[in-house]
Every structure is written in C-alpha cells, then in structure tokens.
C-alpha cells in the first residue's frame, strides 16, 4: 500500500514512523515481485487492464472483485457480503474527505469515494502508487508495513505533501477487513493545507515580529494582565544586565522583577489594562553611579477592544535629556544676557527680518516687540540710510562680521537716534542668521561734540591773546615809523592786557591740572585780603577804563587778615572778578569781606546780567560756557571752588535775577585746620 | 565814502581797527555785538560789514546766517583766530570772506578792498 502523497514533514510520531516504514515498504515490494501472489491482487476484479468500474458514472459497487460476487452468487452469505460492502461504500462515498482502499499485496486500487475520484479520476484498478504518485515502483514512504505489521489494527495517522497537486494531507490509514475476508488498506486524507498554509503564516509572522521586537534599540518587555513578564527582548536584556538585573526576568512579575520600582508601577499597568490608553512616564535612577534617565511607554495590546497585554518600551533618554537641559541653560544664559545688555540686540533672519529683540531695542525703537518682530531691519533706519544697510548687511554676511558703521534709529515717536552696528552673521542649519548689536552713540557723539567745541574754545582762547598782542606789536611798529607815541602807547596796553589775558588762562588750565592732579600742597601764611584786592584793581584798571566799569573794595574790620595760600587766594579773586567783568557792562563790580566767627566771606558782586538759578551749579563744572562765545575757558569758577575746598571753604552763588547782578560768596576759615593737600574731587 | 560796519566786543581790536584805518577813504561804524549791527544794517546798510567770530550774544556764524535770510547782499569779512574751516556755516554763505588773525594794517585794508571789488562785480 502506498499513500497519496510524498511525505515532507513528519509533525507527528506517527509520520516518523511512517517514514521509517518506507524501507520496509521497498522490502514488501520486492518480496512480491519475488512472486508472491497476494490474495487480494487474485480477487481483485479488474486487475492489470484497468477497472471498467474506475469510469465515471460507476458505482463503487462495481469494484467488488469478482470471487465475492461469485461466492454471492453461491448463496445468502455471498448476498449479505454484498450488501455489507454496499452500505460501507455509501458510508465511504458519503465522506467529505478523500478516502480510498487499496489491496496491500498488488496496490490495487479497490475504491475511491467522491471526494477521491474528484481529485486523481475514477482509478479503480489502477496501482495506487501510479495514480496518485505517478510512479512506476511502491512508494518508499508506504504505511503498509506499520498498519499490516507493526501496529496491525491501529490507525496511523501523518501529515504529508503530494507533490501532483502540492497540497497538504492528514492522513489516517488503517487495516481493515474487506467484505470478502482479506485485509485491505484504508486511507482518509484530510486536505490540511490551509491549515498548514495559516500555520506557516502565523509561525513565520512570529518570527518577523520577533526579529523586529529584537532589532529595535528600544528595551521591550510585554506584560500579561497578571503582571507578569512574558516576553523581553534583546535590547531589554541588555538593558536589564546593565541595571545589574541578574537572571531570567520573563515570568517573574514587575514588582520582582524589578525591586527598585516605586510600588505606584502596579498602580500604572492596571490603569493602562482598564483604560486601553498608552501611559508615558520618566524615571531617573543611578546605574553604576551615574544619573540615567529612562522614558518608559506602556502601550496597550488590544483584542477586541479588550487589555490583553501591555508592551513595555524603555528608552535611555539620558544624553538627549541633558541635553535639551544644556540647550535650555544655554537659552536661559543667552536670554539672560540678552536682556540684561545694555547695548540693543536685533536677531534677524537671512532676509533681514527681525526673529528676536531685546528688552533694550525694545527701549531703543520705542516700539513694542509685536511690532518689531516680522519688521524689516532696514525699517528700523530712515529711507536715505537704508541702501548703504542692505550693502553693508550683504557683505558682513560674507565676511562673517564686522561693523556697519554709524548710522541712526527712526524711533517709534519720529525722533532719530544716532547708533553704531555690529554685526556677526551665525550660520545654522544651512540657513545664516544676523546677530545686529546697536549702541545708542548720542552720550558719545554729544561728548564728541563737546570735546570739539572745548578744543576750538581752549584754541581760540590761548591763540586770541597772543594774535592780538602780535597785532599790537605790528601797531607798535606802524606808530614808532609815523613817530605816533600815543599809537605806541595804546599798542603797549594792547599788548599788556592780552598778556595778562593768556597769562590768566595759562595759569587756569595748569592750575585745573594741579588742583585735580593730587600735588599740590597746601602752604597757609597770613594774608591781607584788601591788599590782593588793591593788586588786582590795578592790574585790571585799563580794562575797567575800557569797559566802563567801576571797581570797588569793601573790606570790613577784622575780615581782612586771614591765613591761607596766597597765591592760590590771589587766583581765586582773580577769577571772580574776572568772571563779574565778563557778564558787567555797566555799573560796577565790588568786592567785599566780612567776619563771622572763625570764618570769612569774601564776596564778589555786580551789576550784570545776572545768573538763572538752574545755571548756578553747572557753572562750577570745569569748561561748561552757557554761551561758547563768551571769553575765557570754562575754569574760573571751577578753579575757585577747588581753593576753597582746598581751604576747607565753600563758594555760593546767587543772584536777583535778569540784569540784577550777581554775588559770588566765598567762605574761608580765618586759620586753617591743618594743611591739606589738593586731590580728585576735592580735598582729600 | 563807504561805510564799513565793524562787529567786535573786545575794545582792543575795536582800537586796532581804527588806527589801521584811519586816514582812509572808509566810513566806520562800530557794534559791540551782533544783534546791534544787525539793528543798525536795517537802519542804513553798509558797503562791507567785518566782524568776529567768538563774541558775546550772537556769534559770527549766525549773525552771516540771519544777515543772508534777512536778504542782505552785503559782503562780510569774518576776521578771526579761528580758520575757516572751522566754520562751516560761516563757510557756506554767498559773498564771505575770511581773513585769520593775526593781521596787519597792510592785510586788512588790501582783504577790505578785494572784498568789496568782488561785492560790485557780483
């Protein structure tokens, strides 16, 4: 007996068996072409020309062999066999399943049910080993050894592929006894091959599924609704050995399998079973001493809308992690220090349009950051400005920074600001971004300003003196050769005023020098107030002729006497009458001293213009001049207040308005303190 | 004669001026300052105004400004120790000259008459 098929594999003992039986078979074989004539092969009707009762349209009836119908013929027993192998044919025929009988000794093929003769023909008669093997020979893997000899009356079942159709078969073979006495082969094969192809399919989805569970980097493990560990994967047990997670996790549950877990773990999976929802936590923990920082995802598996289980994927985010921490510090640093500039930022993209602003631009612009941001960066300057910023931005942008020069700030209220440019272009990502840093240059350009003005003021009032007294001389000259003694004469108090004119300014800008420079020391000795005055009335008598202005000395009894340095005291009246001249053209100027106790007011008053009481402190700031063009340096009142200091006095000044003149009153201790010394803000 | 207004606040170049000019064929009229000489322009103009630059008031440079918005044509001589260039506005008037101390009677009176012979030809 052969079977319908060709084995391939064995999923069962039985098919093992049947395989081992194969040898056999062969052996089975050649002891009937040794001439061995099997019973059956001698009954079977039909035998060698083909059975007439294979065709189709016969009934399996047909196929009985002829000595049963014979011996039916002799009797009622023969008439009872053929009705025994009547009604199990219709038994067979009413089987879904392939099922065919065969005689053991010839391979003949003795019935084929419907299902059968629909697969391989009406083959009745045939070799079963040629009609559903296409072989010449018995098959090797026949069951006939194991079903006739080794396990006679008992099933064997096995699983094979028949390599005329490919389809799969479940075989149940069997010896079973034929109507007419002999033993005969039964087959049903059961077409598995669906069955087998969904097998296959679900063994080889596994294993995709394996290999890539096992091929993500991501540590994987999946929990059943008991909590326990039923699958890891690789990355989880590499993972799990480097938290010093020693042996098999899988099977243990969660709690145990990892003991350093707060309790609340539990807690979560039976959220994720009840609510079907993937849960993402963040967990920090030390693995050999070092901070990790895992990111665990509990993603629901789901079967009918059920928790079936819950995968399980760790991932070390603990560089990514410390780095987004990195990135914010940074942020947080740049921020910081953006906002705490005093110079204004403006980041811009490539284009030029502003992505970021400081609170200084803010303060700058005069606009709010809403407005700024999304602005062209060149709007920020008036139109004229504009061309020479988009050049200057274009070749900076080459370049990598550099400066754009000074250029000015059309503020939110029309006003204009003058400001300097840096700029240094930032390339990320492919794209290059402008960081433009602005400092408002007013102070600087005002101060410059300044500073101009002062030099050409210091120039015009050093150069004037000596211009006019090489005028004079040139006069001099003119009147000696037309013998103009009055001309040489006038030229001579020319020439002697402006002297006197330089000498004071001179002596002004060095005495600044000393007064500030910390090495001047003081020398006190008793002085005559009233006798410097007397001096200085007779050095100014020509200009006070000129001018048309009188002087006058009022020295009450007492004040006259002091102790102090009197070269510097000598300046300081100087200064003040100087000072009262400049701003007196009419009237007079007087200079008075009276005594209060210890101390002594020395005053200066005139009859001038007067002196606005905003303009009273500023003008003891070194080189201020309310009117630049007004004569002298800046440094008179300035240089009074340092002697006064100097001398452990004070000046004030005050007057009684527009044209009502004014006093300037200085208070000096009768005797010093102790000697001082001159320095940086006063007297130290 | 011709009139020449000379603006000056320092009484010594006021008696520069006259000795240099005495004797000549010039009418001269003195301010102290240069609001005063702008009053007396419009009283009765001048055929060559001189003045200072660094004075009391109103300084050189603005009063070439508000002569010229006021439409005066009247040649000006900026006398000063400061050079021109250190007057722009000054500069950029019609019809300035300048002159840089210190001068002699010879310069000034040579300055004054080149002044005002480009002042006709104008």
């Known amino acids: 007996m052969r079977p319908l098929t060709t084995p391939r594999t064995a999923v069962k003992p039985e098919t093992r068996d049947a395989i081992s039986a194969n040898g056999s078979r062969r052996r089975v074989t050649t002891s009937r072409k040794g001439g061995r004539v099997p019973a059956a092969r001698a009954s079977h009707p039909g035998r060698g020309k083909g059975p007439a009762d294979g065709r189709k349209g016969r009934t399996a009836e047909s196929a009985v062999p002829r000595r049963a119908r014979a011996a039916g013929k002799a009797g009622d027993a023969h008439h009872a066999v053929v009705r025994e192998r009547a009604q199990l044919l219709s038994i067979f025929d009413g089987i879904d399943e392939v099922v065919y009988i065969s005689d053991p000794r010839t391979h003949e093929i003795l019935y084929l049910n419907g299902a059968a003769r629909a697969v391989f023909g009406d083959a009745v008669g045939k070799k079963c080993y040629r009609a559903f093997q296409r072989r010449r020979t018995p098959c090797p893997f026949c069951t006939n050894r194991i079903i006739f000899h080794k396990r006679p009356g008992e099933p064997h079942i096995w699983e094979f592929q028949n390599l005329r159709n490919r389809r799969w078969y479940r075989c149940i073979d069997k010896a079973i006894p034929w109507p007419d006495g002999r033993l005969v082969r039964y087959e049903m094969a059961l077409d598995v091959t669906d069955m087998k192809q969904a097998e296959e399919a679900l063994r080889s989805s596994e294993k995709r599924y394996r290999a890539t569970i096992d091929s993500l980097a991501e540590a994987i493990h999946m929990v059943g609704p008991d909590l326990r560990i039923i699958l890891a994967n690789r990355a989880f047990t590499v993972w799990a050995a480097r938290m010093g997670l020693r042996g098999g996790l899988v099977g243990r549950t969660v709690r145990t399998a990892f003991p350093f877990l707060p309790a609340t773990v539990e807690e979560e999976y039976r959220n994720v079973f009840r609510t079907g929802r993937m849960l993402r936590t963040e967990e920090r923990c030390l693995i050999h001493g070092r901070e990790t920082i895992t990111e665990t995802r509990k993603i629901p598996v789901l079967e009918e809308g059920k928790t079936v289980h819950v995968i399980t994927a760790i991932s070390n985010i603990t560089a990514r992690r410390k780095a987004e921490e990195a990135i914010r510090r940074s942020e947080k640093k740049y921020r910081s220090l953006m906002e705490g500039a005093n110079d204004a930022i403006f980041l811009a993209d490539e284009n030029g349009m502003l992505l970021e602003v400081n609170r200084r631009a803010i303060e700058l612009v005069g606009r709010s950051r809403r407005e700024l941001l999304g602005t062209h960066i060149t709007r920020l300057h008036p139109p004229e400005e504009r061309d020479r910023i988009v050049a200057a931005f274009r070749e900076i942008a080459e370049r990598g920074a550099g400066s754009a020069g000074d250029v000015t700030i059309l503020c939110g209220n029309g006003k204009t600001v003058p400001v300097e440019i840096s700029v240094s272009a930032i390339r990320h990502g492919g794209a290059t971004l402008m960081h433009a840093i602005m400092r408002d240059v007013s102070e600087r350009k005002r101060i410059e300003a300044m500073r101009d003005l002062l030099l050409r003021d210091v120039t015009h009032e050093l150069k004037t003196p000596i211009a006019m007294m090489k005028m004079a001389h040139a006069m001099a000259n003119e009147a000696l050769a037309a013998r103009d003694l009055e001309g040489v004469r006038r030229a001579e108090g020319i020439a002697a005023r402006n002297l006197a004119f330089l000498a004071r300014d001179v002596g002004n800008i060095l005495g600044m020098c000393w007064l500030r420079g910390g090495t001047l020391i003081l020398k006190p000795a008793p002085l005559s107030l009233g006798g410097i005055a007397g001096e200085i009335a007779e050095e100014m008598r020509d200009r006070l002729r000129l001018g048309g202005v009188g002087l006058e000395v009022r020295i009450k009894r007492g004040a006259d006497r002091i102790t102090a340095e009197r070269r510097m005291i000598r300046t300081l009246l100087y200064n003040l009458v100087d000072n009262a001249l400049k701003f007196t053209r009419r009237g007079k100027v007087t200079i008075g001293a009276s005594r209060t106790g210890g101390w002594v007011t020395l005053t200066v008053r005139d009859t001038g213009i007067g002196i606005a009481s905003a303009a009273r402190e500023e003008v003891f700031t070194p080189f201020y001049k309310k009117n630049p063009a007004m004569q002298g340096t800046g440094l008179g009142l300035p240089i009074c207040r340092e002697i006064a200091k100097l001398h452990g006095g004070t000046v004030r000044i005050s007057s009684n308005g527009r044209r009502k003149g004014t006093t300037v009153a200085v208070r000096l201790a009768v005797r010093p303190a102790a000697s001082r010394r001159a320095g940086k803000g006063g007297v130290r | ?122």
């Open chain 2, 1 to 122: 004669m011709k009139r020449v207004l000379i603006i000056d606040d320092d009484p010594d170049m006021q008696a520069l001026y006259r000795y240099w000019l005495k004797g000549t064929r010039y009418r001269l009229d003195f301010a102290g300052d240069a609001a005063r000489a702008l009053r007396m322009l419009k009283g009765e103009p001048a055929d060559l105004v001189i003045t200072d630059v660094v004075m009391g008031g109103m300084d050189g440079e603005t009063f070439v400004q508000r002569l010229r918005e006021e439409g005066a044509e009247v040649p000006v001589l900026v006398v000063s120790v400061l050079p021109p260039d250190a007057l722009p506005r000054a500069c950029r008037a019609k019809q300035v000259h300048f002159l840089q101390k210190p001068v002699t009677g010879e310069t000034l009176r040579a300055t004054m008459e080149r002044t005002m012979k480009k002042g006709r030809e104008r």
